[in-house]
């Protein structure tokens, strides 16, 4: 069995007969089931995001998959089972569907416009990579499944994500498994603790310094200063992508 499909294989039949609502509720999918660890009021989901793109020209790198994005990805692998697809080819399509999906992806697209990803790649618009382009994107999380704080998207801060230990874990293991797989792709990581998980990882050897660029602000609405961050650091990032694609 392929390992990093394990968890999928073994939860595919009852991600099949999920029910055939759009969107599907809470109560569908945060259920015993599908939990991969709980403590007190932090749990972890699965979810189904086990693909890497190991020819990805452009990592990007989120905490951890929200709600929003949990049901696209359930949605999008339900149907592809009874179409008949791979697990592979599940994961793909599911992963592809809900990366960063909503706002946060327009407001992503922009910002990686901004610093020139286009350019460097040969594009017209970052949008191409969440389409004909896909090929050259990987997408992930620091944390690859759904964690949720009292039922709340979690934010990596309560609790610190490096400080706990279960979800450094999916740093130290999944995560590096991920970037070492993709290892042409120049990484974005969003936000602030993405970038705190990021430095960690260059500190201890297993991600080159170069690769990285460090700095780049969280694209969700939510964050007030997303635009003061940016531009105060946005010709540094130009530099870093003009560097590692030159």
Same mark, same amino acid.
């Given at each position: 069995?392929?390992?990093?499909?394990?968890?999928?294989?073994?939860?595919?039949?009852?991600?099949?007969r999920?029910?055939?609502?759009?969107?599907l509720?809470?109560?569908?999918?945060?259920?015993?089931?599908?939990?991969?660890?709980?403590?007190?009021?932090l749990?972890?989901?699965?979810?189904?995001?086990?693909?890497?793109?190991?020819?990805?020209?452009?990592?990007?790198?989120?905490?951890?998959?929200?709600?929003?994005?949990?049901?696209?990805?359930?949605?999008?692998?339900?149907?592809?089972?009874?179409?008949?697809?791979?697990?592979? =080819?599940?994961?793909?399509?599911?992963? =592809?569907?809900?990366?960063?999906a909503?706002?946060?992806?327009?407001?992503?697209?922009?910002?990686?416009?901004?610093?020139?990803?286009?350019?460097?790649?040969?594009?017209?618009?970052s949008?191409?990579?969440?389409?004909?382009?896909?090929?050259?994107?990987?997408?992930?999380?620091?944390?690859?499944?759904?964690?949720?704080?009292?039922?709340?998207?979690?934010?990596?801060?309560?609790?610190?994500?490096?400080?706990?230990?279960?979800?450094?874990?999916?740093?130290?293991?999944?995560?590096?498994?991920?970037?070492?797989?993709?290892?042409?792709?120049?990484?974005?990581?969003?936000?602030?603790?993405?970038?705190?998980?990021?430095?960690?990882?260059i500190?201890?050897?297993?991600?080159?310094?170069?690769?990285?660029?460090?700095?780049?602000?969280?694209?969700?609405?939510a964050?007030?200063?997303?635009?003061?961050?940016?531009?105060?650091?946005?010709?540094?990032?130009?530099?870093?992508?003009?560097?590692?694609?030159?």
């Open positions: 069995m392929n390992d990093m499909l394990k968890h999928f294989i073994s939860l595919s039949p009852k991600i099949a999920l029910p055939n609502s759009s969107p509720s809470k109560e569908d999918l945060l259920i015993e089931v599908f939990r991969l660890w709980r403590d007190n009021a749990e972890i989901y699965y979810a189904p995001a086990d693909y890497v793109n190991k020819d990805a020209q452009v990592a990007i790198i989120g905490i951890t998959p929200g709600w929003h994005q949990m049901e696209i990805a359930y949605r999008t692998a339900r149907d592809a089972i009874r179409r008949g697809l791979t697990p592979a =080819q599940v994961c793909k399509q599911a992963k =592809q569907k809900a990366s960063f909503g706002t946060m992806r327009v407001n992503l697209i922009k910002m990686l416009d901004s610093i020139g990803i286009p350019a460097a790649l040969g594009l017209e618009s949008e191409s990579l969440f389409e004909n382009a896909s090929g050259m994107l990987h997408t992930t999380s620091a944390v690859r499944y759904p964690v949720f704080v009292d039922g709340e998207n979690y934010t990596g801060h309560k609790p610190d994500l490096l400080k706990t230990s279960r979800l450094r874990q999916y740093v130290d293991t999944l995560l590096v498994e991920e970037l070492e797989k993709a290892k042409r792709g120049f990484i974005i990581p969003l936000g602030r603790t993405v970038s705190s998980v990021l430095e960690y990882l500190t201890t050897g297993r991600v080159e310094e170069e690769r990285c660029c460090l700095g780049f602000p969280h694209p969700s609405g964050n007030a200063h997303r635009r003061r961050q940016f531009d105060e650091r946005r010709k540094a990032m130009r530099r870093k992508v003009t560097l590692w694609f030159r």
